[in-house]
């Protein structure tokens, strides 16, 4: 099992930055990819970007070059970093992991809130 804890959500107003950071125990060795997705009231959880083990990243197109995902395999920890942040980025963000037989885990998730 795997147990994620998100943290860093916030309001911040429109053209600012925030930092998400998501700390993995339990059985760490089995993580394979971890990333983060987004969902709005009423709409499905999106992608918003991925970093394999190997530290391979994939984002959506709607983050690229503003969002940045790490990854500190020593400290089990993800993050994100948000830059240039839009109304439209508001969302609550989950946490997301995938074991290396293929089992999602999910955080319990941060709201971020962008003011304009």
């Excluded at 190997?54 to 020593?74: E, H, L, P, W």
Aim: proline residues 2%.
């Amino acid at each position: 099992q795997v147990q994620l804890v998100e943290s860093g959500g916030g309001l911040v107003q429109a053209g600012g930055s925030l930092r998400l950071s998501c700390a993995a125990s339990g059985i760490i060795f089995s993580i394979n990819r971890m990333g983060w997705y987004r969902q709005d009231p009423g709409k499905q959880r999106e992608l918003v970007a991925t970093v394999t083990s190997s530290g391979r990243t994939n984002y959506a197109d709607s983050v690229k070059g503003r969002f940045t995902i790490s990854r500190d395999n020593a400290k089990n920890t993800v993050y994100l970093q948000m830059n240039s942040l839009k109304s439209e980025d508001t969302a609550v963000y989950y946490c997301n992991a995938i074991s290396n037989i293929g089992e999602p885990y999910w955080g319990q998730g941060t709201q971020v809130t962008v003011s304009s």
